[in-house]
């Protein structure tokens, strides 16, 4: 299995930041990566697939980019409904990352 | 409009089995390209991979935890059902069937496999 890691593993932003979330591999996995949003008593909700396609119904301040081994997810502008945490995944293999938290400043 | 749904007990002993049910609509696992999937999360943790079926009755177990598990799926009832044995206070969490597909989500002649959506998920708790 691919082994992922995040950082930071707790980010406090404020309403309108600019956040920038990264996801690196321990080897290369060209594109085949999917960024998934999860608020506190929820299931995880997919935002991105081949590390930069938005799903449909997202907003278009998120974004994702990257390739081979390093990933990033930026949200332009940060809203009240982001706070929540955020896992990245490898879509060959099952395994997500240990997740980002985004809390509120 | 796809739907899952997890069901089983939210308690179990230590050493006991836990089987868990996934009843799903909206999609076949007669299709191509269709697999159903369970996932887990402690409580204040990360998400961890379970095993996943898929329409042609592969199955894909975690590495570390493939001793425990089976999954199965009956077609014909539109339900997969994962049992885990000998269970410890460490395997409580919330546990989370989600359906894994390709289509829809082919772009430049490749195709990823995504989750896509997910059931609301059910805490089982590990206690004496």
């Known amino acids: 299995d691919i082994q992922l890691t995040q950082s930071p593993s707790f980010l406090s932003a404020s309403v309108g930041d600019r956040v920038t979330i990264t996801c690196r591999a321990r080897?290369?996995?060209?594109?085949?990566l999917a960024w998934y949003q999860q608020k506190p008593g929820k299931a995880p909700n997919l935002l991105i697939y081949?590390?930069?396609i938005l799903q449909s119904g997202v907003p278009s301040r998120f974004s994702g980019g990257g390739s081979g081994t390093e990933f990033t997810l930026t949200i332009s502008s940060l809203q009240p409904e982001d706070f929540a945490t955020y896992y990245c995944?490898?879509?060959?293999?099952?395994?997500f990352g240990p997740g980002t938290k985004v809390d509120i400043k | 409009q796809v739907t899952l749904r997890e069901s089983g007990p939210v308690v179990v002993k230590p050493t006991q089995t836990l089987t868990l049910t996934c009843t799903f609509s909206?999609?076949?696992?007669?299709?191509?390209?269709?697999?159903v999937s369970w996932v887990r999360q402690p409580p204040g943790k990360a998400l961890e991979w379970l095993a996943l079926?898929?329409?042609?009755?592969?199955?894909f177990y975690n590495t570390s935890l493939k001793t425990r598990l089976t999954i199965s799926k009956d077609t014909s009832k539109n339900q997969v059902v994962l049992t885990m044995t000998n269970m410890a206070p460490v395997d409580t969490g919330t546990y989370y069937c989600?359906?894994?597909?390709?289509?829809?989500?082919?772009?430049?002649?490749?195709?990823?496999?995504?989750?896509?959506?997910w059931g609301q998920g059910i805490l089982v708790t590990v206690s004496s």
């Open positions: 989600a359906r894994r597909t390709s289509r829809g989500y082919c772009t430049g002649g490749i195709c990823y496999e995504v989750f896509d959506y």
């Open positions: 909206g999609f076949s696992l007669r299709t191509s390209e269709m697999c």
């Open positions: 079926i898929d329409w042609g009755d592969d199955k």
């Open positions: 080897q290369g996995i060209s594109n085949y």
């Open positions: 081949a590390a930069s």
């Open positions: 995944q490898h879509l060959n293999s099952f395994p």
